[in-house]
Nanobody, 124 residues
Framework: QVQLVESGGGLVQPGGSLRLSCAASGFTLDNYYIGWFRQGPGKEREGISYISSSNSRTFYADSVKGRFTISRDNAKNTVYLQMNSLKPDDTAVYYC?????????????????WGQGTQVTVSS
């Protein structure tokens, strides 16, 4: 069964860090572009980062550039999103998505697979 599962979310104070994981089952992640998206309360879904399949090039939205880092561990079939200097505005459900052909930060790009999301809450 093809599945993406996010984990690592939780409650963190402003300025803190979290590392999210996106684990795949049923397919090999290193052949796919992986994107991270988020949707905060009352906000539209936002694309924040993606990593390419072949050479692991990385791309970031301006809102997270310099604070978030996307990476992949092919041996573990997992992609990570390291989030530092977290702000209350980063509070959202975070989703990962996989596509065989392309990556995009556009929320209407038809990624092949999506995870169910993990909640991140930044609050004191």
């Amino acid at each position: 069964q093809v599945q993406l599962v996010e984990s690592g979310g939780g409650l963190v104070q402003p300025g803190g860090s979290l590392r999210l994981s996106c684990a795949a089952s049923g397919f090999t992640l290193d052949n796919y572009y992986i994107g991270w998206f988020r949707q905060g309360p009352g906000k539209e879904r936002e694309g924040i980062s993606y990593i390419s399949s072949s050479n692991s090039r990385t791309f970031y939205a301006d809102s997270v550039k310099g604070r978030f880092t996307i990476s992949r561990d092919n041996a573990k079939n997992t992609v990570y999103l390291q989030m530092n200097s977290l702000k209350p505005d980063d509070t959202a459900v975070y989703y990962c998505a996989a596509d065989r052909d392309h990556g995009s930060l556009y929320t209407d790009y038809p990624y092949d697979y999506w995870g169910q999301g993990t909640q991140v809450t930044v609050s004191s």
